[in-house]
Antibody
Framework: EVQLVESGGGLIQPGGSLRLSCAAS????????MSWVRQAPGKGLEWVSV???????YYAESVKGRFTISRDNTKNTVYLQMNSLRAEDTAVYYC???????????WGQGTLVTVSS | DIQMTQSPSSLSASVGDRVTITCRAS??????LNWYQQKPGRAPKLLIY???SLHTGVPSRFSGSGSGTDFTLTISSLQPEDFAAYYC?????????FGGGTKVEIK
């Protein structure tokens, strides 16, 4: 079964750091680009970042310079290092893989990050 | 970044109604447009990719059309399980973006 499982979320104070993990099973991430998408409470979806198979990375303006996406193909896992966290980063964070032909599928179940003092 | 404008932001409809949601891109994205359905507390589910291709297992009452900057998601006959939020997404650019969403509610 193709599956993504996120972990690493939790409660963190403003200015703090957190690293999210996304473990894939049922497929290898090595040849795919992998993305992170977030959703603040009661709000819509916001694309956050992507890492391509060659290692190129791109970020939304709202997180550029603070978040870093990386991948470990040997562990079949993608990471999102989040630094200098702000209250507005509070959201459920999803990782997603691309479907050949377009679109994201599968998605993980999401991990909640709460930035609050 | 490419801006995606979705309309309406919400709508009320009855079971059996035909529902249309539109999505407009701030520049041409050819057919790099996807549609998702999301229910409360759940991850989004892919419905349509490449503007008009139905994802595996998605009922045929869902359809997508459009190219360039203007796109449409149509539900031909709304079913009880279709009451949810819907989002468009462009993957034309390396920086992807989502529309603001459309909440489909029961009339």
């Amino acid at each position: 079964e193709v599956q993504l499982v996120e972990s690493g979320g939790g409660l963190i104070q403003p200015g703090g750091s957190l690293r999210l993990s996304c473990a894939a099973s049922g497929f290898t991430i090595g040849s795919k680009y992998m993305s992170w998408v977030r959703q603040a409470p009661g709000k819509g979806l916001e694309w956050v970042s992507v890492i391509y198979s060659g290692g190129s990375t791109y970020y939304a303006e709202s997180v550029k310079g603070r978040f870093t996406i990386s991948r470990d193909n040997t562990k079949n896992t993608v990471y999102l290092q989040m630094n200098s966290l702000r209250a507005e980063d509070t959201a459920v964070y999803y990782c997603a893989a691309p479907l050949s032909g377009g679109g994201f599928d599968p998605w993980g179940q999401g991990t909640l990050v709460t930035v609050s003092s | 970044d490419i801006q995606m404008t979705q309309s309406p932001s919400s709508l009320s409809a009855s079971v059996g109604d035909r529902v249309t949601i539109t999505c407009r891109a701030s520049q041409s994205i050819t057919n790099y447009l996807n549609w998702y359905q999301q229910k409360p507390g759940r991850a989004p589910k892919l419905l349509i990719y490449a503007a008009s291709s139905l994802h595996t297992g998605v009922p045929s009452r869902f359809s997508g059309s459009g190219s360039g900057t203007d796109f449409t998601l149509t539900i031909s006959s709304l079913q009880p399980e279709d009451f949810a939020a819907y989002y468009c997404q462009q993957t034309y650019s390396t920086v992807s973006t989502f529309g603001g969403g459309t909440k489909v509610e029961i009339k």
